[in-house]
Every structure is written in structure tokens, then in C-alpha cells.
């Protein structure tokens, strides 16, 4: 199970040991704990374990080689426990327990709460009463009932370094200032198209540099990206891309902007943001596969968001403003196969959870 720090990882695995009592968790970052595992001892494995039917390995990232030591216990009949293993970073956890674990195992995505989580928990009116808050503070766990200089305390506590502990120990950064600097230009050019070179020139490093740590904040779970779709029709844009944060507080926070929805300039770009990241927690969550993609021609068409299943379309638009206006661009419905077309705006949020 793979999500951010501070999306309740742990907290999920403490509900689920109270409907399981055969389950016990177990803290990777606890040297005592990291120790056991990393000696590969089987012995000394199993009477850690004790006879707990089901052993959760919380942050399991933190320790070397990961993959080929639970395979070790999964193939091990003498200890015969099921294995849930959580990971702030992908690039450690996913990589290293990849192969070893092919056919083994099933993975989980956790982001901060979704649309549907809150709803479930305040009911719908509160909820569409949150939604400017939601916008600026986003919807981690820990933040979503402060009051407001809370949640500004928090956010920015989270966005300078803690949610990229990962990043810092992997990459083992002595300027944090050059992570800092990429992601507020990300931030600025949300829902615009991302040049690779442009970010080389902000941050003054190279285009490699620029990749690798691009790379490094999707795998642990701060930033995502929407590549271009294209079937190579002589306007359409090819290999672009654009980049969104799961969550739209820790965006505002590397901005260092609280202000609300009706001061902001950059409301068109919050609000395609919050869109798209909750549309990817309802698809992963309902767990639906589709091919994500934006769509945008040289002359100025475009379609925010896409959703391609067995070749067929869902294209979707988000509008701040309820007055505006949308329809799929022709130059899109007469090549493709479109299933479903929808305008997103404050007054239909409820199409974000429909999977």
C-alpha cells in the first residue's frame, strides 16, 4: 500500500487490527525492527512475528533489499503469515519488491481523503459548504477539521520537509533549495503544458537533473502527470505534458498562498487541479483502469481531462465559473470514439465520484 506521508497509512492499519485480532503491526523505521528483518533470519523472524496470522510492515521503504526479504518470509511455509506492507516512496519499496514479488502481490494506492470520504463522514451538504476550503487547504486527514491558521501551520509544515523525507534521505540533498524551487514553478504552471528546459533555466540545473527529480516527486506521491494523446492527426499536440498535486493544499502551501477562491487569480488552475486529483483517487479507488490523457491541438482545442477504456472516451471539462460554457471540441468527436462528455463546475462536484 503506497501513499504520501500523513495520508493515515497508519491509521488504517490500526482500524484494520481492531477487526483483526490475529494482526499485529510492525514499524520499519524502529532499528530494532529493521534490524530482524535485514538479518534475514527466519528464526528470529517468525518469533517476532509470534503467532500473528497477519504481519503489517509499516514505511517498509526504509529498509535495503525490501523485496527479496519478503519474499523470503512469503515462501517460507513454517511462517505462514499474510503480509501488508506499507511505503511512503515507490521508488524503493515499488523497485525492490517488484520482481521479487511478481504474482505475489496486489498494490494499493492511499491519497489524502477523497470527495466521497468526506461526504460519507459529514454528509453532502457540509461537504459542498467546504468546498472553497477544500480548495485552499486541501484534504489530508490531519489538516481537514483544524481551525484555519492550523491548517496553514500544518500545511506549510508538510510542504517544506517532511512530506519529502524520502526524496532527501534517497537523494541524500544538501539543498533542499533546488526541490523547493521546482516545485513552486510547478505550482505557477498548473494545467499549463510543462517544458523540461524552461524548468533547467528556473532552477539552474540541467535538463537530467530536472527529470530525475520530476521522477522522484511522482513516486513519492507529491506531484502527477497527464502526458498529451494524440494518434498522430497532423494538429494534435504530442509528447507534452502537465503536472498536478494530489492535493491542493500542499500546492498553495509551496506557494505560500491561503487567499480565498474569490481572491485568487489562479482560481481556473485550483480548481482543474482539485478536479483531476479527485477523479484519480475515484478511478484508483474503484479500482478502474483507464488510460489518462489531455487533449490539445496547435490552433487552441483542447479537453482537460481524458479517460480512454477499450477505445472509447470520456472526455471532461472543469469550469469555476457555473455560467461558463463547454462543448467537445469537433475536431476531437469526429476522429474518436466519445462515451460520455462532462462539464465539471461548483454545482455538479458529485460527478467526480462516479466511477
Same mark, same amino acid.
Given at each position: ?159 517544506? @520537509?517532511? %512530506?519529502? $523525507?524520502?526524496?532527501?534521505? /534517497? ?5 533542499? !533549495?533546488? #526541490? *523547493?524551487?521546482? =516545485? +513552486? ?29 520530476? @521522477?522522484? %516527486?511522482? $513516486?513519492?506521491?507529491?506531484? /502527477? ?5 494524440? !494518434?498522430? #492527426? *497532423?494538429?494534435? =499536440? +504530442? ?117
Amino acid at each position: 500500500m503506497y501513499g504520501a506521508r500523513q495520508t493515515g497509512k497508519s491509521t488504517l492499519l490500526e482500524m484494520l487490527t481492531k477487526l483483526n485480532p490475529g494482526m499485529k503491526i510492525f514499524n520499519c523505521e524502529n532499528p530494532v525492527v529493521a534490524d530482524v528483518l535485514s538479518e534475514r533470519n527466519l528464526i528470529k523472524i517468525r518469533g517476532m512475528f509470534d503467532d500473528h496470522q497477519i504481519i503489517a510492515l509499516d514505511e517498509a521503504q526504509v529498509i535495503p533489499e525490501i523485496g527479496s526479504i519478503l519474499k523470503l518470509i512469503y515462501d517460507d511455509k513454517e511462517t505462514n503469515v499474510q503480509l501488508l506492507v506499507t511505503g511512503s516512496s515507490s521508488f524503493e519499496l515499488s523497485n525492490s519488491a517488484g520482481e521479487p514479488l511478481t504474482g505475489r502481490n496486489i498494490t494499493f494506492r492511499l491519497y489524502p481523503l477523497s470527495l466521497s470520504e468526506i461526504k460519507k463522514e459529514k454528509g453532502w451538504l457540509e461537504t459542498i459548504e467546504m468546498l472553497d476550503k477544500l480548495l485552499i487547504y486541501g484534504s489530508y486527514p490531519g489538516v481537514l477539521d483544524l481551525p484555519d491558521n492550523e491548517k496553514r501551520q500544518k500545511l506549510l509544515s508538510l510542504g517544506s @520537509d517532511y %512530506l519529502f $523525507k524520502d526524496i532527501f534521505k /534517497f537523494e541524500s540533498l544538501k539543498n533542499p !533549495s533546488l #526541490l *523547493r524551487k521546482l =516545485l +513552486k514553478a510547478l505550482a505557477i504552471q498548473t494545467g499549463n503544458l510543462v517544458s523540461v528546459n524552461e524548468l533547467a533555466q528556473i532552477t539552474g540545473v540541467s535538463t537530467i537533473t530536472v527529470e530525475r527529480y520530476l @521522477d522522484l %516527486l511522482e $513516486k513519492t506521491f507529491v506531484i /502527477f502527470s497527464l502526458g498529451s494523446f494524440s !494518434s498522430n #492527426l *497532423r494538429n494534435e =499536440l +504530442k509528447k507534452s505534458k502537465k503536472y498536478y498535486f494530489h492535493d491542493n493544499g500542499i500546492r498553495n502551501a509551496v506557494l505560500n498562498n491561503f487567499s480565498n477562491p474569490d481572491q485568487r487569480n489562479d482560481i481556473g488552475a485550483l480548481w482543474e487541479n482539485y478536479c483531476i486529483s479527485e477523479r484519480v483517487k475515484t478511478l484508483e479507488y474503484s479500482r478502474e483502469n483507464p488510460n489518462l490523457y489531455f487533449w490539445r491541438t496547435y490552433d487552441g482545442a483542447e479537453i482537460d481531462l481524458l479517460e480512454e477504456k477499450d477505445g472509447a472516451f470520456t472526455a471532461w471539462e472543469f469550469k469555476w465559473s457555473k455560467r461558463k460554457k463547454a462543448k467537445l471540441p469537433n475536431g476531437f468527436s469526429e476522429n474518436y470514439k466519445v462515451k460520455d462528455f462532462r462539464l465539471v463546475n461548483p454545482g455538479n462536484i458529485d460527478l467526480l465520484a462516479d466511477p
